[in-house]
């Protein structure tokens, strides 16, 4: 299960801002910044059955090391920007056409439950961006992990810019993580962020009147 919130800056400068925060930099225990760059690509199958049962799935590759990761996600209720979601992740050598390709284990289990088939897979949303991260202890023994992502989204041949803070609590109570975020927006011009990457790129498939 997913426990995080997500906000959205309104440019880089804001999160190179938040990255030199002298308050944030003090809860990481002397660790730094790392930075890795990451390609994501969201497919469905060819009747979007996966997100009629309100799932995105995902193969992602952080670029400089090859590494491959499939992941299911459920919609999940958002709320002020916070949500918690079901969550399947798994390693993988690579991408798969086809649902019945991915390697055994409790994600291909339950994609094929939402669509038994094991159908072909087509892309309908990349993301491409530098995801800067930071290991954070909270008050109650609240471990949080800061993320800044700043890249775009791409879909239909369109592009969206983004900058967006997310937040996850990694163990221990959420209610540290919450009074963070809303610290973190009383400091910097962030707004909660009612919608995923994905449900963002699909906006671009959507044609205007």
Known sequence: ????????????DTLEQISLDADILKRCNGAP??????VTTY????GRALLAHGFGFRFRIETQTQRWQACLKGEGNIVDGFSVRQEWEQP????????????????RQQ???????????APLVETA?????L???????????????????RAGGKTLPLFEVELECKSGPTAPM????????????????WTSKFALGLTLLTPRP
Do not use: N
């Not at 426990?3 to 880089?12: I, M, N, R, S, Y």
């Not at 910044?33 to 990451?38: D, E, H, I, Q, V």
């Not at 023994?141 to 800061?146: T, Y």
């Open 1 to 12: 299960m997913e426990q995080e919130v997500k906000l959205t800056a309104p440019d880089g």
């Open 135 to 153: 290991l954070l202890t909270l008050e109650e023994g609240c471990i949080m992990e800061l993320a800044l992502d700043q890249g775009e989204i």
């Open 178 to 193: 919450l009074r963070f975020s809303h610290a973190l927006r009383q400091r910097y011009p962030l707004i909660p962020s």
């Open 129 to 133: 961006f530098l995801r800067r991260l």
């Open 43 to 46: 497919l469905d199958t060819p």
């Open 111 to 121: 994609v094929l439950t939402l669509a038994p088939g094991g159908e072909f897979l």
């Open 92 to 107: 993988i050598d690579g991408p798969v056409d086809r649902l019945s390709l991915l390697p055994e284990g409790p994600l």
């Open 33 to 38: 910044w790392t930075a890795k760059p990451l």
